[in-house]
């Protein structure tokens, strides 16, 4: 998560793990909070999407990893 997009993630925490009703079999939901943040200015609306899309795409290569409705 972190590597996605170092310029501006600056914290990464695991929050929590779930495996019942609406994961898959054999798999499991994982929850993670992540910070943002310039030190120079507030960040934009795009800029925090593409650290997003970053972090998804991060995931989904290494590990598989998707979104959860």
Do not use: C, N
């Not at 495996?19 to 030190?39: C, F, I, N, P, Q």
């Amino acid at each position: 998560i972190r590597d996605a997009s170092p310029e501006l993630v600056r914290e990464v925490s695991f929050q929590s793990v779930y495996t019942g009703d609406g994961v898959a079999e054999g798999r499991k939901s994982l929850a993670w909070s992540v910070t943002l943040r310039h030190d120079d200015r507030t960040l934009t609306e795009p800029e925090i999407r593409e650290a997003e899309t970053s972090i998804w795409e991060a995931l989904a290569r290494d590990v598989g990893g998707t979104p959860r409705a």
